[in-house]
């Protein structure tokens, strides 16, 4: 039996070059909770986590920053590792409103960003960048204001390429997470 335990992990142990490169990042500014500066320049030479969230959301918001919050703790071995929510809301959530939201759900803003902009340059990193879905004001849901937007996390490589997809459940998370420590093992050349 557990020989066979033995297996099935080695079996979904990947390297870095087992996850493809899926896109780049344009470049892009927006700013975070702390009002400092966030573009592509800062996400290089790391591994960034990426969610698409809004502060007032009922809906899967919670879920998302539960299932970040909780993937924050089991790779706090990684040092390349962050984590950037992107608010799909940029009118509503300020610097300040987010600052207050992170406080609130007590989210470790040591390698936690959460950013928002003007919503043309959101619309630009999500859609164009991040190539995930975002809605605009006629999608939403009278009399709501729920905002349609991916419920997907997107890994980011160190060079802010676009690794992978993944769903908000646990074998989402479990094979983010699988992803993302391939990419911060040192390869071959680095040992």
Not at 58 to 82: F, I
Request: proline share 4%; aromatic share 6%.
């Amino acid at each position: 039996m557990l020989l066979l335990a033995v297996l099935a992990v080695g079996c979904t142990k990947r390297s870095a070059e087992d996850v493809p490169v899926l896109g780049q990042l344009p470049e892009f500014a927006l700013v975070d909770q702390n009002e400092q500066a966030f573009t592509r320049d800062t996400m290089e030479g790391d591994i960034w986590v990426s969610a698409f969230v809004f502060t007032h959301c009922k809906s899967t918001c919670p879920r998302l920053t539960a299932h970040m919050k909780g993937l924050q703790t089991r790779v706090s071995d990684v040092p390349s590792a962050n984590f950037v929510s992107v608010s799909v809301d940029p009118r509503n959530d300020t610097p300040e409103v987010i600052k207050a939201y992170m406080t609130k759900n007590a989210l470790d803003e040591r390698n936690w960003r959460f950013v928002t902009g003007d919503e043309d340059a959101i619309r630009h990193v999500v859609v164009e960048g991040f190539k995930v879905p975002i809605g605009d004001d006629e999608s939403r849901v009278a009399g709501s204001d729920e905002i349609m937007h991916s419920n997907s996390f997107v890994l980011v490589d160190d060079k802010a390429q676009v690794r992978g997809y993944y769903r908000a459940n646990n074998d989402g998370i479990a094979d983010l997470e699988r992803d993302l420590r391939a990419l911060a093992a040192p390869t071959t050349s680095e040992r």
